[in-house]
């Protein structure tokens, strides 16, 4: 038994961020043993998982800025989660991971399960393995009980309980909310692990004891008629003020004020009201909207919006109200990636859907939510801008500013495009992305494509052509781009700015690989037009290239080969290649022979996806490897198809940035089929990759002051 003297001094940590290092890498889980210079820490490492409890392992140091604290409880609930991206996805969402580690018995969970997600009941905290020393700890699990809608339970034979981690458990209803009525079976039999049960479940803090005592006085004092509705971050709420007036707003935050004992809300409110603030309360921040909005009261002052409650159900009511905006017609920068998951990560974020529109959602978002390639469009006054350009930079405005789009906005745009079919029909975002650079943006072609015939070609967007047969079953995208210029004769005048890659399928079914792999960088020094290039072989500059030698196994296959005259005449004496066509290249006039050539690289920010004409994206905001947003603008839905609303949702993809880091051999050879599910979709359904020059990169640094 370890003392409570002991376990005060217990500093368990998550790794963050940071390259693998010194045996510590993300979402590994440590213990810190001392603090030693330059701001690291040395530390011990639990990894592993099983029927025994994690002994610890040396772990070497780690930068205590790259570390989250954790509680020995919070750490136990992580150990028993296997995916450290998972851990990390969790930790991303502080609201249910305090709700999880404040579980007790008889609370309400909805987890997901094989056949989708489950509401359940829990019956026990279980400590899987059997600890062998001081310093070992247990896997924390948690049994649960399945019930159906009526809120019956699922089974009535004993029979063994299932066994959920946290990251399985996607919402924690509250107490209070559980019928009255509900009772419990004595359970019989356990998991074939070594197991034990804990009776007292430990809380996450303080708060989550005193949460626990007012929601059982709720509990007890409520009728079934009288009980409260479920509040959480998200909800539509209303409060009688002082005054008597009645103000509407959406909480935005719940826990323990400073000075304060019971649970309190902090709600940004529809509108202005003197004497509210931007978030704070006293010296301190607890969530961000404009000033004047926020109001900060106990929960028992909250009640749901009764101007939705015609139209809610339980299910979504959560779904906010649409704040309201004006907008100032400045310049509003791109989402820095220091604010991008407090902005923009839930339910009801983005760009929300309406009518078809899922195609010109993720497009918009794509293109504008993080990257600065298209940001000319914030800088046009408005006095001289096109009204669709002015409705357009209003919607970028707006979120960028507030991390949401209503769909009223959308529609306003697509009525503007001035063709009935963007109002009605879905359509390729190819399409609507020609529309808006040429349309409504004015721009001149984002490509200058040169073809064999010496003619130069404008293009906003380019479509991969070639056969099957040139390339592997899970080609990258450079390999893909590389076939298609090589195959097509084709050559980039320039470096674009932004280059959009549309992949080989036709129509919203038929694709021609079932995977493809995203390439981080896209190096299109090869595809340059009287650009200097390297001899593949020798690296002096080159002057001839050859389709025909793309494919072969023991010339890297998949790369561009050119060659100077030397080696593509030595190349081409094999007698596998004596019946090959080497082209000459157009060399730039006075091109040193051996000096290195500038590598000229676009950097990927955006992928769109397709699936059963569904269109969803993938955002990188930042420069971290992990920083992945997945946004889907109709995620779910409140109400029926006539009074209803779409709810748009945008995910942290850390699993993407873990996955991408991996060299291009170990991504070929992965299953897709054992990725994450929003990693699987991306190589299943990848439809468009957006990139863009470094110079134009994703804005890492805090907006600059007007």
Not at 31 to 57: D, F, H, R
Not at 338 to 344: F, G, P, V, W
Not at 426 to 453: A, C, H, N, Y
Request: aromatic share 8%; net charge neutral.
């Amino acid at each position: 038994m370890v003392s409570m003297e002991t376990k005060s001094k217990e500093k368990f940590f998550i790794v963050l961020r940071g390259k693998a290092r010194k045996g510590f890498s993300r979402g590994c889980i440590g213990l810190s043993e001392a603090e030693i210079q330059n701001g690291e820490v040395k530390g011990l490492l639990y990894s592993g998982s099983g029927s025994n409890a994690v002994s610890p392992k040396s772990g070497g140091t780690v930068r205590e800025v790259d570390t989250y604290p954790l509680t020995r409880h919070q750490a136990q609930l992580l150990l028993f989660i296997t995916s450290s991206s998972k851990r990390l996805e969790l930790l991303c969402n502080p609201q249910l991971f305090t709700a999880i580690c404040e579980l007790t018995q008889d609370d309400l969970v909805v987890v997901k399960h094989k056949k989708g997600h489950q509401p359940a009941l829990v019956r026990n905290l279980m400590q899987i393995g059997k600890k062998e020393n001081q310093e070992d700890l247990h896997m924390l699990g948690f049994e649960v009980e399945f019930v159906d809608s009526d809120h019956n339970l699922f089974t009535k034979k004993p029979a063994p309980l299932p066994l959920f981690n946290a990251s399985d458990i996607i919402q924690v209803v509250p107490s209070y909310s559980v019928p009255v009525g509900m009772h419990w079976r004595d359970s019989q039999g356990l998991n074939k692990k070594v197991m034990t049960r804990v009776n007292s479940l430990p809380s996450f803090s303080s708060h989550g004891l005193q949460l626990r005592v007012n929601r059982t006085d709720q509990r007890v004092t409520q009728s079934p008629s009288t009980s409260r509705v479920p509040l959480e971050v998200g909800s539509m709420v209303e409060v009688l003020s002082n005054t008597g007036v009645t103000v509407y707003g959406v909480i935005r935050w719940l826990g323990l004020l400073s000075g304060k004992t019971n649970e309190w809300a902090g709600i940004e409110l529809d509108y202005d009201v003197s004497g509210c603030s931007d978030g704070t309360h006293g010296v301190q921040r607890y969530f961000t909207c404009n000033g004047n909005k926020a109001l900060f009261v106990p929960v028992t002052k909250c009640n749901p919006d009764s101007r939705f409650a015609g139209t809610q159900t339980l299910k979504h009511i959560n779904a906010p109200s649409v704040p309201p905006f004006e907008d100032s017609e400045e310049h509003v920068p791109p989402i820095p990636e220091s604010e991008a998951s407090t902005l923009l990560l839930g339910r009801m974020k983005g760009i929300q859907g309406h009518f078809n529109s899922c195609y010109l959602d993720a497009a918009l978002f794509s293109l504008f939510s993080s990257s600065t390639t298209l940001d000319n469009i914030c800088h046009q006054p408005a006095d001289t801008a096109e009204p669709i350009t002015c409705t357009l930079r209003k919607i970028v405005n707006r979120l960028r500013r507030q991390g949401f789009v209503p769909a009223e906005s959308v529609m306003n745009l697509r009525k503007q495009l001035g063709c009935d079919t963007f109002q009605t029909e879905e359509k390729d975002s190819e399409e609507f992305i020609t529309v808006l650079f040429q349309k409504v943006l004015r721009m001149e072609p984002l490509l200058q494509l040169r073809s064999r015939g010496e003619t130069s070609q404008g293009a906003y967007t380019y479509q991969i052509f070639l056969e099957k047969e040139q390339i592997g079953p899970m080609p990258t995208v450079q390999q893909l781009l590389d076939t298609s210029f090589l195959s097509c004769d084709l050559k980039f005048e320039e470096v674009p700015s932004c280059l959009i890659v549309q992949m080989p399928r036709f129509g919203k079914k038929f694709k021609m690989f079932p995977h493809i792999i995203p390439s981080t960088e896209l190096d299109i020094t090869d595809l340059l037009y009287n650009s200097p290039r390297e001899c593949f072989v020798c690296g002096h500059l080159a002057e001839h290239e050859c389709l025909q030698c793309l494919p072969e196994r023991t010339l890297q296959p998949g790369r561009i080969k050119q060659y100077c005259t030397t080696c593509n005449t030595q190349v081409h004496t094999h007698p596998s290649r004596q019946g090959h066509s080497p082209r000459p290249l157009a060399v730039p006039t006075g091109a040193p022979a051996d000096t290195p050539v500038t590598r000229h690289m676009m950097q990927l920010f955006a992928v769109l996806c397709i699936h059963t004409s569904h269109y969803v994206s993938f955002v990188k905001y930042g420069a971290d490897p992990q920083s992945w947003l997945f946004f889907d603008s109709m995620a779910d839905r409140c109400g029926d198809d006539q009074s209803g609303y779409n709810i748009p949702e945008i995910k942290a993809c850390p699993e993407l940035g873990d996955f991408l880091s991996q060299s291009e051999e170990e991504m070929t050879r992965a299953d897709p089929s054992k990725a994450g599910e929003l990693v699987r979709r991306l190589l299943c359904d990848s439809y468009m990759f957006l990139y863009q020059k470094p110079s134009t990169s994703l804005s890492t640094l805090n907006p600059q002051e007007p």
